[in-house]
């Protein structure tokens, strides 16, 4: 099994930053992808930003210029750098990661996620 946990989330005034983290544990043999979603009340979940093991990165239209992605392999470990932020990037923020594990199988996991509110 692999486990997902965030952090970093919280209450901030627009125009702000937080910085949420993600680490991965488990019996983890590789990680491939590693993304962050997020689903805003009444809204479905959606793709914020995703990260590749060799560092491709993919953002979300939203989060162009504002959000950065990274990872740390060898932590297994990813960030997400959130600056100048909108009232309406509030939601609950949620870790992703697939890959394969020490048995041989493929896995794909969720974190529990973490609030990010944001004030005007």
């Known amino acids: 099994q692999v486990q997902l946990v965030e952090s970093g989330g919280g209450l901030v005034q627009a125009g702000g930053s937080l910085r949420l983290s993600c680490v991965a544990s488990?019996?983890?043999?590789?990680?491939?992808?590693m993304a962050w979603y997020r689903r805003a009340p009444g809204k479905q979940r959606e793709l914020v930003a995703s990260?590749?093991?060799?560092?491709?990165?993919n953002y979300a239209d939203s989060a162009k210029g504002r959000f950065t992605i990274s990872r740390d392999n060898a932590k297994k470990m990813m960030s997400l750098q959130m600056n100048s932020l909108k009232p309406e990037d509030t939601a609950v923020y949620y870790c992703?990661?697939?890959?394969?594990?020490?048995?041989?199988?493929?896995?794909?996991?969720w974190g529990q996620g973490t609030q990010v509110t944001v004030s005007s």
């Open positions: 992703y990661a697939d890959g394969w594990t020490t048995d041989s199988e493929s896995y794909f996991s």
């Open positions: 488990g019996s983890i043999f590789t990680i491939n992808r």
């Open positions: 990260i590749t093991g060799g560092g491709r990165t």
